[in-house]
């Protein structure tokens, strides 16, 4: 269990560093970035609401949001990879004014975003009430050095108190990069609009069918997955091994995997007009289980590690720091707890194991479907769940299908069956994230 928690970290240590973190929030910075998530996400949200909204307007209000949200993420990812990473912060103490002319060049980039496409889209949207243009401050690289300055000495005292990767994430998280994230679309609490029928997770104009009106037309067309966007990794390595094992009373049993290849995905690139195909591969158990059977699932793993299960009800995050919501009459699975991930060994559920049950909606599937996310780089779940809840098919053609090109093959991976558990060693890959479907077959 070393990857779950702080390991023998002293508590002091992070309270001391999050004090000494928090000094950032004082920066120029932090408080206009704050200013500007609130302003967005209520302009946004007020926009969506509006009753003079048409299928079209909230459309490209839905792509110009998402358009600024994805500017901002990159800022602050990039301060925050900075802050939880000591190698690189040998390089930043060594030029910080380049650093600060990265991080401003990056604020110019939200600025610009919000500035030529969100604006444009909220004025012109009757009764918004949008009228300000300079939301976001135009900062030099002057302005960044004072945050730059602040990042090293928190990465300082990093290492003079010894801690942990796994210690310093949920502190950085809670001090910097929460306060700051955009939500989501999705989460924005936007009602679905009167004509919207079918999938409830697509947020944008629907109707019978799931078809989206195109922008600038009448033409009905089918919405379009995205791509998911991978951060740049914060850990080098991406190697170790996982296994599903059952659980009887005290005994343990591992649970035999094949590698199976279903068909050729369409997957989502960057590249326009591409229509590139990947097999879907997955991994399915050598034998079928009945409802009631129990187990877990062990990980070691070098880099992060995230587990997805697809319900009845959409895809859902079982891990990191998984806790099982047993009001809903054992039937399915529901979690909730936060998302900071952690490195090294871990057991998954941490206490106690899952149970194949009857699906909630009395119509039973064929196997249980789980994805392990083995990452180098700490993902956006929220981002992943909302693109996987917004498009068809099963858990392994989801997965495909939105990670395309920016996954870690099995290939590249060298993933290799040894015994009753699989091996992974990704470090040389170019790519961040080794995704892997696994199926428990039901009786």
């Given at each position: 269990?070393?990857?779950w928690?702080?390991?023998?970290?002293?508590?002091?240590?992070?309270?001391d560093?999050?004090?000494?973190l928090a000094q950032?929030?004082?920066?120029?910075?932090?408080?206009?970035?704050?200013?500007?998530k609130s302003?967005?996400e209520?302009?946004?949200?007020?926009?969506?609401?509006?009753?003079?909204?048409?299928?079209e307007?909230r459309?490209?209000?839905?792509?110009?949001?998402?358009?600024?949200?994805?500017?901002?993420d990159?800022?602050?990812k990039t301060?925050?990879q900075d802050?939880?990473?000591?190698?690189r912060m040998?390089?930043?103490?060594?030029?910080?004014?380049?650093?600060?002319?990265?991080?401003?060049?990056?604020?110019?980039a939200?600025?610009?975003?919000?500035?030529?496409?969100?604006v444009p889209?909220?004025?012109s949207?009757?009764?918004?009430?949008?009228?300000?243009?300079?939301d976001?401050?135009?900062?030099?690289k002057?302005?960044?050095?004072t945050v730059?300055?602040?990042?090293l000495?928190?990465v300082?005292?990093?290492?003079q108190?010894?801690?942990?990767?796994?210690?310093v994430?949920p502190?950085?998280?809670?001090?910097?990069?929460?306060?700051?994230?955009?939500?989501?679309?999705?989460?924005?609490d936007?009602?679905?609009p009167?004509?919207?029928?079918?999938?409830p997770?697509?947020?944008?104009?629907?109707?019978?069918g799931?078809?989206?009106l195109?922008?600038?037309s009448?033409?009905?067309v089918?919405?379009?997955?995205e791509?998911?966007?991978?951060?740049?990794?914060?850990?080098?390595?991406?190697?170790?091994?996982?296994?599903?094992?059952?659980?009887?009373?005290?005994?343990?049993?591992?649970?035999?995997?094949?590698?199976?290849?279903?068909?050729?995905?369409?997957?989502?690139?960057?590249?326009?007009?591409?229509?590139?195909?990947?097999?879907?591969l997955?991994?399915?158990?050598?034998?079928?289980?009945p409802?009631?059977?129990?187990?877990?699932?062990?990980?070691?793993?070098?880099?992060?590690?995230y587990?997805?299960?697809?319900?009845?009800?959409?895809?859902?995050?079982?891990?990191?720091?998984?806790?099982?919501?047993?009001?809903?009459?054992?039937?399915d699975?529901?979690?909730?707890?936060d998302?900071?991930?952690?490195?090294g060994?871990?057991?998954?559920?941490?206490?106690g194991?899952?149970?194949?049950?009857?699906?909630?909606?009395?119509?039973?599937t064929?196997?249980?479907?789980?994805?392990?996310?083995?990452?180098?780089?700490?993902?956006?779940?929220?981002?992943?769940i909302?693109?996987?809840?917004?498009i068809?098919?099963?858990?392994?053609?989801?997965?495909?299908q939105?990670?395309g090109?920016?996954?870690v093959s099995?290939?590249?991976?060298?993933?290799?069956?040894m015994?009753?558990?699989?091996?992974?060693?990704?470090?040389?890959?170019t790519?961040?994230?080794?995704?892997?479907?696994?199926?428990?077959?039901?009786?």
């Amino acid at each position: 269990m070393s990857g779950w928690r702080a390991g023998s970290v002293a508590q002091t240590s992070t309270s001391d560093y999050g004090t000494i973190l928090a000094q950032l929030r004082q920066t120029d910075v932090f408080r206009e970035c704050a200013e500007f998530k609130s302003s967005v996400e209520r302009d946004t949200r007020n926009a969506a609401q509006s009753p003079n909204l048409t299928a079209e307007q909230r459309e490209q209000l839905r792509l110009a949001y998402t358009g600024v949200y994805e500017k901002h993420d990159a800022f602050l990812k990039t301060v925050k990879q900075d802050l939880v990473n000591t190698q690189r912060m040998q390089a930043v103490a060594a030029n910080p004014a380049a650093e600060a002319a990265q991080y401003a060049t990056l604020y110019a980039a939200v600025k610009t975003e919000y500035d030529n496409r969100l604006v444009p889209v909220l004025q012109s949207i009757p009764g918004s009430g949008k009228a300000i243009l300079d939301d976001l401050k135009a900062m030099a690289k002057a302005t960044f050095s004072t945050v730059v300055s602040q990042v090293l000495t928190n990465v300082t005292t990093r290492i003079q108190q010894k801690l942990t990767l796994n210690a310093v994430l949920p502190v950085v998280n809670e001090q910097f990069y929460n306060p700051l994230r955009l939500k989501l679309w999705s989460e924005l609490d936007i009602p679905a609009p009167a004509t919207s029928i079918g999938n409830p997770a697509l947020s944008g104009p629907t109707t019978t069918g799931n078809p989206a009106l195109a922008a600038g037309s009448g033409t009905l067309v089918q919405p379009q997955s995205e791509a998911v966007v991978i951060p740049a990794p914060t850990v080098s390595q991406l190697s170790g091994t996982l296994m599903f094992v059952q659980t009887t009373n005290s005994t343990e049993l591992p649970m035999n995997f094949e590698l199976r290849t279903g068909k050729d995905i369409d997957v989502v690139t960057d590249v326009p007009n591409d229509h590139s195909t990947v097999p879907d591969l997955y991994f399915t158990t050598s034998e079928a289980y009945p409802l009631g059977t129990r187990f877990k699932i062990k990980v070691t793993n070098s880099a992060f590690t995230y587990v997805l299960v697809l319900n009845s009800d959409g895809v859902k995050l079982l891990h990191p720091r998984v806790q099982i919501n047993s009001g809903n009459g054992g039937k399915d699975i529901d979690v909730v707890g936060d998302v900071t991930p952690a490195t090294g060994d871990l057991q998954i559920p941490s206490t106690g194991s899952f149970a194949i049950t009857p699906s909630k909606t009395g119509v039973q599937t064929e196997s249980e479907d789980f994805a392990l996310l083995l990452s180098k780089s700490e993902l956006s779940v929220e981002e992943i769940i909302e693109k996987l809840n917004a498009i068809p098919g099963n858990l392994a053609e989801r997965i495909t299908q939105i990670f395309g090109g920016e996954r870690v093959s099995l290939s590249q991976a060298g993933v290799q069956s040894m015994g009753n558990q699989l091996t992974f060693n990704a470090g040389g890959a170019t790519q961040h994230v080794l995704p892997l479907v696994f199926k428990i077959r039901k009786m």
